[in-house]
């Protein structure tokens, strides 16, 4: 009797091959186009801490004030699907208790808005689009996908350049591991500004183009390894303006040892974190390991079946009957 393949092993052996070739597509293609930086994003970070400002009213340097730093993304969706790149528009505003809370943000201690671009899948800059001011290095809001352990250089937007933060480890945020990087600015003349020249010492000037100089004491970052996101961020800036030439500050804008993300930006942080790197693990690893299994073992079946009603030559009658002399 012939026998041959039933339908369900053909169907078991189609299914296994689409899903050994579906696992690699998922891995290789499908994940890389999944790791992106988004163009509507709209995000608030904000960091809290105490220290040194310059009270524009009492013209002096106060100690021991809380100081809050707001920071504002939001991507600019049309520019960026014009471009194909990643375009978003970021205000910093730093404040202390007397301008918060502050019906326009011009009205803040310090105001500065921005615009970043970069190539959505590498993070790179790209210098396009209204980009202001001209940024450069690896990472600034966040990192490159897939954090390595080594260092980067970060855009320092009030340096006016990068710093060079070297991995330092991981380190736990609200129960979730980063990756920590950390760095410092020594001393930096960054501009000049037009001030009384009793705030840097020359009483006898009305005014002077002052010297403005920045510092970092500290920029610590923990970021999560699989989407760059951010989830931790410490900073101890230090602003002064000096006389022209001169070799020491004469006056102190800001002076902070620590100013951190609060809880609410962590928590927030980590939860997109998790959910990010969730997404993608499921895009690069759950499911192709997963479609790699199930489609080998479904084609395996598929392929014992086939076999096993593969049609068998029949036998002749002639062979059957014994030999005679």
């Known amino acids: ?26 891995a290789w293609y499908v994940q890389p186009r999944a790791a992106v930086n988004p163009v509507d994003i709209d995000t608030t970070a904000v ?9 524009v009213d009492k013209v002096k340097t106060v100690p ?9 993304v939001r991507g600019d969706v049309a520019d ?17 208790d007397k301008s918060l809370p502050a019906a326009d943000p011009h009205d803040a201690l310090e105001f500065t808005p921005h615009r970043w671009v970069t190539d ?24 490159p996908f897939d954090v390595q352990k080594r260092a980067y250089r970060w855009w320092d937007n009030s340096l006016g350049a990068t710093v060079t933060l070297n991995y330092r480890g991981t380190k736990k945020i609200r129960g979730y591991e ?27 000037r009305s005014q002077v183009l002052a010297e403005e100089w920045y510092a970092n004491h500290l920029i610590e970052l923990v970021v999560d390894q699989r989407t760059g996101r951010v989830i931790y961020a410490q900073v101890g800036p230090r602003k002064t303006l000096r006389a022209p030439d001169g070799k020491k500050d004469a006056a102190v804008l800001l002076d902070s040892r620590k100013l951190s993300f609060t809880a609410d930006t962590q928590q927030f942080a980590v939860d997109q974190a998790k959910k990010e790197s969730g997404q993608l693990r499921m895009v690069g690893q759950t499911l192709p390991v997963g479609a790699a299994v199930l ?18 030559p029949e036998t002749s009658e002639s062979s059957q009957l014994p030999l005679t002399m």
Request: proline residues 6%.
């Open 120 to 143: 959505r899948r590498t993070n790179a800059p790209v210098h396009c689009c209204q980009e202001k001011p001209y940024i450069e290095g690896e990472a600034y809001l966040k990192f």
């Open 295 to 312: 489609g080998f073992l479904l084609a395996a079946a598929g392929v014992v079946l086939v076999v096993r009603g593969r049609p068998h």
């Open 80 to 96: 960026s699907e014009r471009s194909g790149k990643a375009v978003w528009d970021v205000t910093t505003t730093v404040d202390t």
């Open 64 to 72: 021991d004030q809380k100081i809050t730093v707001t920071q504002q």
């Open 1 to 26: 009797m012939r026998r041959k393949a039933s339908p369900v092993s053909l169907v078991l052996l189609g299914l296994g091959t689409f899903l050994l070739v579906l696992a690699p597509l998922l």
């Open 47 to 55: 960091y809290t801490g105490s220290g040194s400002v310059f009270d």
């Open 178 to 204: 980063g990756y920590r990087f950390t760095g410092t600015v020594p001393a930096t003349r960054t501009g000049t500004r037009l001030v009384p020249g009793a705030i840097v010492g020359q009483p006898a």
